[in-house]
C-alpha cells in the first residue's frame, strides 16, 4: 500500500511536468514566464534610473569597482543570485519567490550602475550606444529563444559546457583585478557566445526541467541570461566608441 501511494504521488508531479502537459498548458505558461522576464526587464529599468538618480549610489558603485573591491561586488552579487535561484525553487511560496525575484533584479540594477553611468555620461554618443546595445540584445534574445521553439531541440547537454566556460570566466576575471590587465574585446565576446548559450539552455529547461507552477523560477534564468547578454553587448559597443 506505501508503495502504491509513493507511485501516485509520482505520477502526479510527472504529470504537472511541462513535457506531460497539454499544448494549451504549455502555451499559459509560457505566457506567464515572458511576461514575468518583461516585467522584470521593466523593473530593471526603473529601479537603473532611481539608482542613477542618486549621487551617493552612483559615487559607492562606481568606487566599488576599484581593485579588489570589485570582488566583494561580484561576491555579494553572487550570493544574492544564489538565494534567490534556491529561494524561487524550492519555496512554494509566491510571495517569497516574488520577493527573491525582485531583490535579484535590484541587484542586477545595482551593479549595472557603472557600466549605464559611464556610458551614459563619459561617452560622446552614450545614449545612442545604450539603445543599440539594448535592441541588438533583444532581438539576439528573441532569435535564439525562436530557435528552440522552432526546432524543439533539447539544448540540456550545454550544461556542462557552460559551466566549464563560466568557471574559466571567472577565473579570468579575478586574475585581470588582481593582476591588473584588461581582459579585452574578445573576453567579451566570449562571454556573449556564453550568454548566448546560457539563453538555449535556460529556454530548453522551459519545457524540459520545469512544471506547470514554475515561471518564476524560470522567469529568473532567462532574465539573469538575458541580463549577462546586454552586460558584455553594451561593453563591445562601449569598447568601440
Not at 136 to 142: C, S
Not at 146 to 151: E, P
Not at 189 to 202: D, F, H, R
Request: aromatic share 16%.
Amino acid at each position: 500500500m506505501e508503495q502504491q501511494s509513493s507511485d501516485t504521488n509520482l505520477n502526479y508531479f510527472d504529470a504537472k511536468l511541462l513535457v506531460h502537459t497539454s499544448d494549451a498548458e504549455r502555451v499559459a505558461f509560457y505566457k506567464k514566464t515572458y511576461a514575468h522576464v518583461a516585467v522584470g526587464v521593466l523593473l530593471f529599468i526603473i529601479f537603473e534610473y532611481l539608482l542613477l538618480q542618486s549621487e551617493t549610489v552612483v559615487n559607492f558603485a562606481l568606487s566599488m569597482t576599484e581593485g579588489y573591491k570589485w570582488l566583494i561586488m561580484l561576491g555579494g552579487f553572487m550570493f544574492i543570485t544564489s538565494y534567490a535561484e534556491r529561494m524561487t525553487m524550492k519555496s512554494t511560496d509566491k510571495n517569497k519567490q516574488y520577493l527573491a525575484f525582485g531583490l535579484y533584479i535590484l541587484a542586477q540594477a545595482f551593479i549595472f550602475v557603472p557600466l549605464i553611468y559611464i556610458a551614459a555620461f563619459y561617452m560622446d554618443s552614450g545614449p545612442e550606444i545604450l539603445n543599440q546595445a539594448a535592441i541588438l540584445t533583444l532581438a539576439l534574445f528573441t532569435g535564439l529563444s525562436a530557435v528552440v521553439f522552432v526546432t524543439k531541440k533539447d539544448f540540456s547537454f550545454l550544461r556542462t559546457g557552460l559551466a566549464v566556460g563560466f568557471f574559466i570566466a571567472l577565473g579570468l576575471i579575478v586574475a585581470g583585478i588582481l593582476f591588473g590587465f584588461n581582459l579585452g574585446l574578445w573576453f567579451s565576446v566570449g562571454m556573449c557566445l556564453l550568454a548566448g548559450g546560457s539563453i538555449l539552455y535556460q529556454t530548453s529547461n522551459l519545457v524540459n526541467k520545469y512544471s506547470t507552477d514554475d515561471y518564476i523560477p524560470a522567469a529568473l534564468g532567462l532574465f539573469a541570461s538575458l541580463m549577462l547578454l546586454f552586460w558584455y553587448v553594451l561593453q563591445i559597443f562601449m569598447s568601440k566608441d
